[in-house]
């Protein structure tokens, strides 16, 4: 328990001023950034109206709303805001003609390339964008999207980030909600359950502005969520469009309810900024909560990596086996590499409940094409198979011949199976029978 001069234990606030100090970007970078991405914009505007297209560019994200943390190396988002064009009937007094013909993408890739220095890296998705290293400590993604007055116009997510940046902007102009807001972030990037990537699914950026907002500090959106039992969800419509719960339940998709927290997003009534938040993460950040509330102190917001040597050397004492394993997969490096790797984490772990008591795991998505995984287990020893029915003379002769020591049990046969000790040995066989399989989910690479 840490205490301060007095030696007496330490408040929350006097823990959060000490956080601010360090996690909060000093005036000089904030100033240096901004910089950097004025100019970049105002060429990238340049770029757009000399191949004559009626576009606006607006940065968007932590940048735009000055709710960055502190880091060795920042990113930020600028967007390409293209006016939507109607196929069916063109607009010919329109500057913008080009759009009917060609994919914004292709249209802001374009645009890049005409910037001297400028080497933009394309990043494939539901929508292609770019991502452009301005200085070693600086990347911008330039994101190409539809100008949509309307959010039921929008046509892909990013669609709605322009309002999202308008509206906070208004909201948030107090100093002191703003701070609160980088503290939430720094808080949740240090317990990794920040980013709304489908290997992280927890908090995007944008819900925790929300989300601060709503409850006017960081620590009281912790009592909040503090609170809730096991299985309740957090509602929260910061603009009442709903009377009650119920109307929310009705009014909303069914896909977009089934998250912990319902967060109504306020310039766009059908949507919940939330529906990808996982109920594992949200339980971690509960749990979190809960201890900081109970014991506020500053390492709740340093990150902890994950000691294996530690997990190791307890799992062996514990007469337990320990596995450490890197998978690669081919596919682009971010959201879409860190989500198969996950898919095979997870496949793996049914793989080994089957014939080992999983006791621990963990998985972690390091960048690039790599994820780690570890796995603390230990072996059944013996498992009895499930065959076909006896009658079932086809498949019953294939299981015969397979399991020497099958037998008969009301009309169906079954077999007794001998696991590995180790959970190397039983994986490398896996590994060996299934690797079609392993292809097919995209893994290139895997070591134990």
């Not at 330490?10 to 956080?19: A, G, H, I, P």
């Not at 890296?121 to 301005?134: A, T």
Request: net charge positive; aromatic share 10%.
């Amino acid at each position: 328990m840490k205490k301060n001069k007095a030696g007496t234990k330490q408040t929350s606030k006097e823990v959060l001023k000490k956080v601010l100090e360090k996690v909060q970007p000093s005036e000089k970078e904030l100033k240096e950034t901004e910089k950097i991405v004025k100019e970049f914009t105002s060429r990238l505007e340049k770029s757009l109206e000399s191949l004559k297209l009626n576009a606006q560019v607006f940065v968007g994200g932590s940048l735009a709303k000055k709710t960055l943390i502190k880091k060795d190396k920042y990113d930020g988002d600028i967007f390409v805001r293209f006016e939507k064009q109607n196929s069916k009937v063109p607009n010919k007094q329109s500057k913008n003609k080009k759009i009917a013909k060609q994919n914004i993408s292709e249209l802001t890739y374009k645009a890049l390339t005409k910037l001297k220095g400028i080497t933009p890296q394309v990043v494939h998705g539901s929508r292609d964008y770019f991502q452009i290293q301005i200085t070693p400590w600086l990347c911008l993604e330039v994101i190409p999207v539809i100008k949509a007055d309307n959010p039921k116009q929008a046509e892909n997510i990013t669609d709605l980030s322009y309002h999202h940046v308008k509206y906070l902007a208004k909201k948030l102009k107090d100093k002191k909600i703003v701070q609160e807001i980088i503290l939430a972030k720094a808080f949740c990037h240090a317990q990794k359950v920040y980013g709304a990537e489908s290997y992280i699914r927890g908090f995007s950026g944008y819900s925790l502005e929300l989300l601060v907002y709503y409850y006017k500090s960081f620590t009281k959106l912790l009592e909040a969520v503090s609170k809730l039992k096991k299985g309740e969800k957090l509602i929260v419509d910061i603009e009442k469009y709903y009377k009650n719960k119920n109307q929310i339940f009705m009014d909303l998709n069914e896909s977009k309810t089934k998250s912990p927290i319902i967060l109504i997003d306020p310039t766009y009534k059908q949507r919940n900024a939330l529906a990808t938040l996982s109920e594992e993460v949200f339980e971690k950040f509960k749990e979190k909560a809960q201890e900081f509330l109970k014991n506020p102190s500053e390492r709740f917001f340093e990150k902890q990596e994950v000691n294996l040597s530690e997990i190791k050397s307890l799992a062996e004492k514990r007469n337990l086996d320990f596995l450490l394993a890197e998978a690669e997969t081919p596919k682009q490096e971010g959201d879409i590499a860190g989500s198969k790797l996950l898919k095979f984490f997870n496949h793996l772990c049914f793989e080994i409940q089957k014939r080992f008591d999983l006791k621990e795991k963990g998985f972690e998505y390091v960048g690039g094409h790599k994820a780690i995984y570890f796995f603390v287990a230990k072996s059944k020893k013996k498992i009895i198979l499930t065959g076909p029915l006896e009658k079932d003379n086809e498949n019953s002769t294939r299981f015969k011949a397979e399991h020497k020591n099958s037998f008969v049990k009301s009309g169906r046969l079954f077999a007794e199976q001998e696991v590995p000790e180790k959970l190397k040995d039983y994986l490398s066989i896996w590994e060996a029978k299934n690797k079609q399989k392993i292809n097919e989910m995209d893994i290139s690479e895997l070591r134990f």
